[in-house]
């Protein structure tokens, strides 16, 4: 049965062979539009200049591999949320760069053609607006690693675990008097990171922190955003390396008995950890866009 609507599909594949085959089947059992290129400099151009209602791509191909066609397409104003099916033998290797990438199927070859097409009709059928983006395993160790690295420097942290990630209840309240606080923004979403103390855990860790033979210079209300700061940056760095894109950001500091990191409706995500010092927590807050 064809599909009534109306839709452009970009194909980037340079056999012709199997080009002209999936073109074939695809017309016989659909009404899309089909724009062709042969090599990833063709892609990449017909990407900026026209909104596609889907792409399809081989991951190796001559010039520009799907990876950059992915990037390309995601930095457009026009494709920034188009669905893609990348194409490929080894699926585990371009997953690894692009964890936290929207709308993006991977189509392990080889691939029924049939298959292909309902791949596509079920991706072109899909709101794609309405997709939310998830927290995950991967999206989460990052920080804790980079906060338990980042205590045990700075702050000479002793006997530093991390405990059992929890949502924050609707009627919890935070034992905490200080956070150190980010807005964080990426293509997928954009949201709040903090790490958050009781006045009597966080003294106890800036103590060692501002020490005298310390070399860290800051004053001890800003050593919260200090701390975010720099747990931030080792996260982000690891994080953009698979993809996720994370934007720049500048810390503030948060007081009050038992504040709120973020005024919105967004489930907190809270990673607490114990220490010698005392217990202290990351809060991750985060929305897609």
Known sequence: MKV??????????PDEEIRSALISELRSQTSFK????????????????????????????????????????????DNHTTPIMLYTNDIEKPKLYT??????????????????????????????????????????????????ETLKTMCKAEQLKHQETHLLGKEESL????????????????????????????????TSMLSEDSETKVSLEDAAAEMINIIYGKTK??????????????????????HKITNTNTPVLILPFESKSGDFMIQISVKAT
């Open 175 to 206: 034992d905490i008097d200080i956070s150190g606080v980010l807005d964080i923004t990426c293509p997928y979403f954009k949201g709040t990171i903090a790490i958050s103390f009781s006045s009597e855990v966080y003294e106890k860790l800036v």
């Open 34 to 77: 089909f724009i062709t290129a042969n090599d990833g400099i063709e892609a990449c151009g017909k990407i900026e200049r026209q909104k596609f209602d889907l792409i399809l791509t081989e991951y190796i191909i001559p010039k520009r591999d799907g990876l950059d066609i992915i990037s390309v397409a995601r930095e457009t104003k």
């Open 237 to 258: 760095a690891d994080l953009n390396s698979r993809g996720y894109s994370l934007k720049r950001a500048i810390p503030k500091v948060l007081k009050g008995k038992s």
């Open 99 to 148: 964890r936290a990438v929207r709308n993006l199927e991977y189509i392990k070859k080889p691939a029924d053609l049939n298959f292909i097409i309902l791949k596509m009709k079920q991706l072109i059928a899909t709101d794609q607006t309405k997709k939310k983006f998830r927290i995950d395993v991967d999206f989460i160790n990052p920080f804790i690693d980079s906060a338990i």
């Open 4 to 13: 009534a609507d109306y839709k452009t599909i970009l194909i980037v594949e």
